[in-house]
């Protein structure tokens, strides 16, 4: 075997069954006899695609996506969805080409010639080199897949000259320590240096002194449901969650106050609160973003992560470095047995919160086409969610009962994501529907991968929210009283364009139009587009047009 053709059988060893790119002439070896390794391959239209479909394909089945991109143009068309693959801890492998290894350094204006590749992408990657040995090519690949089992689980880069590629090195396999381990032989899950065994008794000692603790459980946690479930019973504790955590807890559950922290009363409790305990979460700013309003205070914070590096400015004690699963079994089996004075104390002030999201959500005038949305769902239908205001409000409002099926990579805020998830949640979960929520502007960044969709035949239903242009930034624009520039987008017919690309494409101008669609859309397999034209009052002002621009 020629190495290009070595490593698609090897990652085969490591559980691997897709890969995500474009072939070009840097990355021909990698495609070689690509069939018989028993991996398929999806070619998206752009780069950028191929990340987000890799990272959306990792979120819905645990397995690392993979991607081959050319060097230059082809790695760094992708750094976006590795950066938002960085922001969300998804594992992500890139095997990039490089030029051969006699032009690395040398900048001759050779095809694709980038500086220090590997160095551009060192900040965004858990590992990242280029290899001048096919032995260190190998190294790297079990490295990453051994590292991702015990730290923070982030994208790696490993750079291949293409002179390597092109040499002969015979089958080359597994280590075998490693494969033992990941088969269960040696070990369930590889161990995490971290927290002490005094570290975490006395995080529980303070959990059990508490009186008014609110658990706030973030993407780290999204495994651990029925964990955490009893952790919060035994505590009494309100439940805020991340949007990484939707659907961690049943939505009328009574402890649960849902993705609630934008909200007045939700960050009330967290003020009243005398424990804080952050389970798999960064305890970011970002959930409070839109609300215009500093973070909330926290009087105690008890941090269990698996990366202990980030901490909360109000954080005193040291994040305890290990899973949640294990920190919850461990917290326990220490705990008292509730008392039900507590538990009727923790419940009233869950409710409190729960009522103030709810309200929200009745006052919100999007509600009713996100309930419809949720009507028409079908069981264990994933969803996907672009930078889009009904995608946003679903964010908060619309209510999923499993972790897993909301896919919004809201953190990092890029536009566009939605569709080329959609595509790789479809890949991951072939007999899954699965609905991308995008608005009009956000769908022009990768529309282009609806022919990608189409080729596949996935189960795909793409909602656009056609408000004409970037209206979000619009309010946002008024807020701050700036004559509002740039929100008008010209995309003057979104279904034609659809049409074109072999979509079944839906209308709707109601409600319960989008209910029907969605219902339709999601019964049988393939591609359907639902454009939906938002209501007047939703819709980008003609006066907010720049001077000049063609209204």
């Known amino acids: 075997m020629r190495l290009g053709q070595a490593i698609s059988s090897l990652l085969t060893e490591y559980g691997v069954e897709h890969i995500f790119g474009i072939p070009g002439v840097h990355t021909l070896e990698l495609f070689r006899d690509i069939d018989k390794s028993g991996l398929s391959v999806t070619i998206p239209r752009h ?3 191929a990340g987000f479909m890799a990272d959306a394909y990792t979120r819905t089945t645990g397995k690392p996506g993979v991607c081959y991109l050319i060097t230059g143009p082809g790695v760094l068309n992708a750094l976006t969805p590795i950066g938002q693959a960085w922001h969300d801890s998804i594992p992500m492998l890139i095997i990039g080409s490089t030029v051969t290894r006699p032009e690395l350094g040398a900048h001759r204006g050779t095809l694709h010639d980038t500086p220090d ?5 060192r900040p965004f990657t858990l590992i990242s080199e280029t290899v001048t040995t096919p032995e260190r090519a190998i190294e790297l690949i079990d490295e990453a897949f051994t590292r991702w089992e015990a730290e923070r689980p982030r994208p790696v880069y490993i750079g291949i000259p293409r002179d390597m590629l092109e040499e ?8 075998a320590a490693s494969a033992s381990i990941a088969s269960g032989a040696t070990a369930a899950a590889a161990p995490i240096p971290g927290a002490s065994a005094s570290a975490i008794d006395e995080a529980v000692v303070r959990i059990a002194a508490a009186k008014r603790p609110v658990i706030i459980a973030g993407g780290g946690a999204r495994h651990d449901g029925p964990a955490v479930q009893e952790l919060v019973e035994r505590l009494a504790a309100p439940l805020i969650l991340t949007g990484n955590a939707k659907g961690l807890l049943a939505t009328d559950h009574p402890l649960n106050a849902g993705i609630s922290m934008p909200f007045p009363r939700t960050q009330e409790l967290v003020e009243d609160a005398d424990l804080i305990i952050g389970l798999g979460t960064e305890l970011s700013d970002f959930e409070v973003l839109f609300t215009g309003s500093p973070e909330p205070s926290m009087a105690e ?14 954080q005193t004690r040291p994040t305890l470095q290990m899973r949640v699963g294990d920190f919850v079994a461990h917290a326990l089996s220490q705990l008292p047995s509730l008392d039900p004075a507590a538990s009727t104390a923790g419940m009233a002030r869950a409710a409190v919160a729960r009522q103030g999201l709810a309200e929200a959500r009745d006052a919100d005038p999007h509600t009713p086409w996100i309930a419809a949305i949720e009507r028409a769902l079908p069981a264990h239908a994933i969803l996907t969610a672009d930078s889009a205001q009904v995608a946003y409000q679903s964010h908060h409002f619309l209510t999923l009962d499993e972790p897993g099926r909301w896919l919004a990579p809201y953190g990092y805020g890029t536009l566009g994501p939605a569709l080329p998830m959609a595509i790789g949640a479809a890949i991951g979960k072939p007999d899954t ?47 701050t009283d700036i004559m509002p520039a740039g ?29 029907a669609a969605i219902k339709v859309s999601t019964a049988s397999p393939g591609l359907s587009v639902i454009v939906v034209q938002a209501p007047a009052d939703h819709r980008v002002e003609a006066d907010s047009l720049n001077p000049g621009a063609d209204a």
């Open 487 to 515: 929100v008008r987008t010209t995309a003057q017919d979104l279904s034609m364009i659809a049409r074109g690309f072999g979509a079944h494409v839906v209308q709707p101008t109601t409600p319960e139009e989008l209910e």
């Open 301 to 314: 914070i008890v941090r269990v992560d698996i990366d202990p590096s980030v901490t909360h400015p109000d």
């Open 433 to 479: 529907p699965i609905i991308s929520l995008a608005g009009d502007g956000s769908s022009l960044f990768t529309l282009t991968e609806l022919a990608t969709a189409r080729d596949l035949g996935a189960n795909v239903t793409h909602v656009i929210w056609d408000n004409g242009g970037y209206r979000e930034i619009e309010v946002s624009f008024a807020r």
């Open 47 to 49: 780069e950028q695609g």
């Open 117 to 121: 590749l590997a160095e551009v992408l």
């Open 168 to 175: 002969e090195v015979g089958e080359i396999h597994r280590p």
